[in-house]
Structure formats: C-alpha cells, structure tokens
C-alpha cells in the first residue's frame, strides 16, 4: 500500500514538516506499508483555485497532473495541519479545491494537528467538517494533536522531553496502525464501483 503524506505549513522549515517527516520514515518501517509519498505546502507552491482547473486549462493540467498521480496511486493519507489563529492554513484548505476526479474518493485519512502550546483541536474540526465535501476523503476516527512539538519528535534526543516523546511516538504509531487497517478495509467499495463519483460528482 502507498500512504500519501500532506504538510500543511507554508513555511519552510515548519513543525508541522518536521512531524511529516517523522511519520514519513515511520511509515516505511510498517510490513503493510510498500510506500510513503511526502508532499509538502512549504512556501504554498498551488495558485489560489480558479475555474482552469476544471476547464482543463494547460497550466493547471502541467501543475497538477504529476500531483494528482500521485495522489491516486495512494491508498490513504496523513493530513498535517499547524494552527494558525486558530484555523487551517489557507495553502491546505486551497490543496483541498483541486481534486475532483476521485484521487481522494473514498480513501481513508489520519488528521494530525500541531501546536506550539496547548491548541491543535480547532484544526482537527475544521479539516473534519469542510475539506470532504467534493473531493470525498474518508477521515478516520482517530486523530493526532501534536501539543508542544518543539519539545517531541525531534532527530536530537536531547531536544525531546522524554516522556512527551515517548507517548507521540507511541500514539502515533497506534493511529497508523489503524489507518493501515483502514486502508486495506476500503479498497473492496473503490474497486465495486459503487462509489463511481461520475453519477454524483459533487457532495450535498
């Protein structure tokens, strides 16, 4: 299975980067995961949405087709979002305005949020209740707040508070797990064809 892995920061050397590459190398050492593909948002490298994308337009089609391979070819994804003023970066609720040809549809992903302090929930609503819609991404039960997270994951064991580090690393693992689990449990209703997005192709 292929595991797509999305960073949410527009910055460069984010935290949120940082988590993504963790869960990156974590990924490539689960039996059930042939593979992990990491795209990030640093420096916001997608134009804000407009209506070329759906007509098909030759810029849009040179940006987004590698992208959109990618994404299709992925059995399930890690969604990794910071908190900004309590929101999801408008580079990532932008990533979510481009897919509508299925290469979400009906696959499932692991939200996880982070936080320089004590924040990270609002993130996790906000992915939850309106970057689904159309594209039709199947978030899982389960979700990540990496609260504190200069103080965890970190190359530099030094850097870490221990027992912090040790409860992410722990939780983590445990939510890939189940997101693995999932993604081997959905590919039977995308391969029915019941969920063809071609007779509905919008969300209500």
């Known amino acids: 299975m292929k595991i797509g892995i999305i960073s949410g920061s527009h910055r460069p050397e984010a935290q949120s980067l940082k988590v993504a590459r963790f869960i990156e190398s974590h990924l490539a050492a689960q039996p059930d995961?042939?593979?992990a593909w990491l795209f990030s948002l640093a420096n916001n490298p997608?134009?804000?949405w407009d209506e070329g994308v759906w007509s098909g337009e030759p810029h849009w089609q040179e940006l987004l087709s590698p992208?959109?391979?990618?994404?299709?070819?992925s059995d399930g994804f890690v969604v990794i979002s910071p908190e900004w003023h309590g929101q999801v970066p408008a580079g990532l609720k932008n990533f979510f305005l481009m897919w509508g040809k299925g290469e979400l549809a009906h696959k499932p992903a692991l939200i996880?949020?982070?936080s320089s302090a004590d924040g990270g929930a609002y993130p996790v609503a906000e992915l939850r209740m309106s970057s689904y819609k159309n594209n039709r991404i199947c978030y899982i039960p389960?979700?990540?707040i990496v609260r504190h997270v200069e103080s965890v994951l970190n190359e530099d064991g030094s850097q870490n508070n221990p027992d912090a580090d040790r409860y992410f690393r722990e939780r983590i693992d445990w939510a890939l797990k189940i997101l693995l689990a999932y993604a081997q449990a959905l590919k039977p209703?995308?391969?029915s064809g019941v969920?063809?997005?071609q007779v509905f192709r919008n969300g209500m």
């Open 46 to 48: 997608l134009p804000l």
């Open 189 to 191: 209703v995308r391969e």
């Open 195 to 197: 969920a063809d997005t």
């Open 67 to 73: 992208l959109s391979a990618e994404l299709a070819a």
């Open 112 to 114: 996880v949020t982070v």
């Open 142 to 144: 389960e979700h990540i």
């Open 33 to 35: 995961c042939d593979q």
